[in-house]
């Protein structure tokens, strides 16, 4: 009987130490993926560093027509309103840009009246493009023009396919929204697509991901001005919490593809869930897709190879 208890205690033992052990080692391995990501966020801006002006404030010109996604743009617009300097001096000149200076209504309606035209807006150093509708032959050469001068041409968004179109980012990476990769990739193949990325920066160029990516992408670029601190503060100010402007891969979550499935189908043409019991649907070789909207279905009807490769490529 002391034999079978010894024994039994010593197997008690040994799970005990094999569960203190695996207890340890997801512990350990928690504290180095922590430790991982603290120091892929620590690194601040001062390699990539842009330099105010001696006097005067930095003039940022806010790209929109008909549609802009109003966290695109907004987003950006309290970040640069929000921010102080010494002094309590705020630093940036903000202002609208549009074809007209008649009124145009952003996602969900709001009813906006643009400061300038492309014909008689400031000089800017930053420009900020949101997702919006079909850009116009004015605003695309207003933007490459105003880029020749910029220390930031950024993009929010979709707003990435208002920036391609200009050609300025051909040969270079960039990012948008992420039910937009599919398309962004087939209509400019000449820019490398980097999925998962919280934003991307190419000289004066930067691209950043979906709706709040662009409050991040803004942090960004204060901080590449100002310094880490003055950012931090704007954030703290704002009472934003998000950490995707220390880390521009920070979007890991959306760097691989959903995968579509008979129970679970997946728009290939924007990635997003579909209900197959409700959605558009087209049969293309023997196979069936579904879709967001009829709009969606009208983009894979006129080109279904592209679309259908895609997918399998996933």
């Known amino acids: 009987m002391l034999a079978l208890m010894n024994a039994q205690t010593n197997s008690m033992n040994g799970r005990d130490l094999i569960n203190s052990a695996a207890r340890f080692g997801l512990i350990a391995a928690l504290a180095l993926f922590v430790i991982g990501q603290l120091v892929a966020s620590a690194a601040p801006a001062e390699a990539n560093s842009l330099k105010p002006p001696a006097k005067g404030d930095i003039p940022i010109a806010f790209v929109i027509s008909e549609g802009a996604v109003v966290i695109d743009f907004c987003g950006p617009w309290e970040v640069f309103r929000d921010v102080m300097v010494s002094g309590g001096d705020h630093p940036f000149r903000l202002y609208t840009v549009s ?10 309606g709001m009813q906006i009246i643009p400061d300038y035209t492309f014909a008689n807006a400031p000089a800017p150093k930053v420009v900020v493009i949101p997702a919006q509708s079909e850009p116009s032959a004015a605003m695309l050469k207003w933007i490459r023009e105003s880029t ?3 220390d930031v041409t950024m993009s929010v968004c979709t707003g990435a396919f208002v920036l391609a179109k200009t050609g300025l980012l051909s040969g270079k990476s960039a990012t948008t929204f992420h039910s937009a990769f599919n398309s962004f990739a087939m209509e400019f193949p000449d820019i490398q697509l980097k999925r998962g990325a919280r934003c991307v920066e190419n000289g004066n160029l930067a691209t950043a991901g979906g709706l709040s990516s662009g409050i991040d992408l803004a942090l960004r670029v204060v901080e590449r001005y100002y310094g880490r601190e ?3 503060k704007t954030a703290y100010n704002m009472e934003y919490q998000g950490q995707g402007w220390m880390n521009p891969d920070s979007n890991q979550t959306y760097a691989v593809a959903a995968v579509s499935t008979a129970e679970h189908p997946v728009c290939p043409v924007c990635g997003m ?3 197959p019991k409700t959605a558009p649907k087209s049969v293309f070789k023997g ?13 894979f009807d006129a080109a279904p190879d592209k679309f259908a490769d895609a997918t399998l490529r996933r």
């Open 230 to 232: 003055v950012a931090q």
């Open 99 to 108: 074809d007209t200076t008649s009124p145009i209504h952003a996602g969900g």
């Open 273 to 275: 869930d579909v209900d």
């Open 148 to 150: 020749k001068n910029t």
């Open 287 to 299: 196979s069936t897709y579904y879709f967001c909207s009829d709009d969606d279905k009208k983009t």
